[in-house]
């Protein structure tokens, strides 16, 4: 017999049958119901816009803030701005963290890994936030994007809880060592090697 997955496709208890594109951006953003979107890589390889994966840490705690992507163009307003711009894949425009928000992330350093087809932008956040979704309880940006736990049920499935309060922020006295960040740009990297693949086959 084969190893049985742990995950399953979930479903709202209260709306059975609804898929993620179904779902409003607060169930998504909130809610406890996981639905991983599987298809997002091949998503952006369909946008045809030259891009890699990059993972945005805070360079004094070491929490990892962000995982985005950036084109050419991004990746030199970065360097030019020194602060963190990315490459929006489903506006398919330059994105500059911060600019509307006002989470700016201060650039401190640039690392690129082994294969050249992933970065890590090590950034100094210019305030608390850097997640475009705000913290229901004080209506400020989240810390960092990754504020649920995955977990598995009773059941065997998977599901969404949200982490207490400071740790789902990752405060500032909590640190992230680098070889956690690391295992981040090694995922990266696995994508875009997906991506160029998929681009690819398209061509």
């Known amino acids: 017999m084969g190893n049985k997955s742990a995950y399953r496709p979930r479903q709202s208890a209260g709306e059975p049958g609804k898929t993620m ?54 990746l030199a307003e970065t ?32 690392r690129i890994n082994c294969e050249q087809n992933s970065l890590l932008f090590l950034c100094t956040p210019r305030r608390k936030g850097a997640c475009h979704t705000k913290d229901p309880a004080t209506g400020i940006s989240r810390v960092a994007c990754y504020y649920r736990r995955v977990s598995v049920n009773a059941d ?6 949200h982490l207490p309060q400071g740790e789902g922020g990752m405060v500032p006295t909590q640190t992230v060592s680098l070889r956690t960040a690391g295992l981040f740009v090694v995922a990266a990297a696995a994508a875009a090697a997906f991506i160029t693949a998929a681009a690819l086959r398209r061509r």
């Open 156 to 161: 065997g499935g998977l599901a969404l809880s």
């Open 79 to 110: 360097m030019k701005q020194r602060v963190c711009c990315l490459w929006s894949t489903s506006r398919n425009e330059l994105w500059v963290k911060g600019a509307t928000s006002g989470d700016t992330l201060d650039l401190d350093d640039v």
């Open 21 to 74: 594109d179904a779902m409003t951006h607060t169930q998504l953003e909130e809610g406890t119901v996981l639905a991983l979107d599987f298809s997002k890589l091949d998503k952006v390889a369909s946008k045809k816009c030259d891009v890699v994966p990059v993972v945005v840490q805070d360079s004094r705690t070491g929490a990892v803030l962000i995982a985005a992507y950036v084109n050419e163009r991004a």
